[in-house]
């Protein structure tokens, strides 16, 4: 039985993607599978978070930012530049289902 739930917890690790900014940048990118993939950011208060793609098929983007407590946060711009204002400090999560499973994504806080 603990072999199984070791196989699960490595399944589940496997699908969260921290975006980090290089240092003196203020973006993170990724390229590949986001079908299924959940990224992470640690942001601070009173930030604003810009998700882009710059994938054909971008228009068709779902995209649902939690803050640290869990709760959707409302995005502002267009399906393929979207914007949002974060409203404590901690990790916040960004859930992605894409039209294709390739995409390429810029994740960033100027």
């Given at each position: 039985?603990?072999c ?25 990118s ?26 054909i ?11 640290p ?8 711009g ?22 294709r499973?390739?995409?390429?994504l810029?994740?960033c806080?100027?």
């Open positions: 039985m603990a199984s739930l070791i196989a699960f917890a490595g399944q589940s690790f496997a699908n969260t993607t921290p975006i980090k900014f290089a240092k003196g940048s203020f973006c993170g990724f390229s590949g599978n986001a079908k299924g993939r959940t990224f992470t950011l640690n942001l601070n208060a009173n930030q604003q978070l810009f998700i882009s793609s710059n994938n098929y971008a228009d068709t983007l779902d995209v649902t930012v939690k803050n407590h869990g709760q959707v946060m409302p995005a502002f267009l399906r393929n530049a979207l914007s949002y204002d974060t409203d404590v400090k901690g990790k916040y999560t960004v859930k992605i289902n894409p039209a499973n390739h995409i390429n810029e994740f806080v100027p």
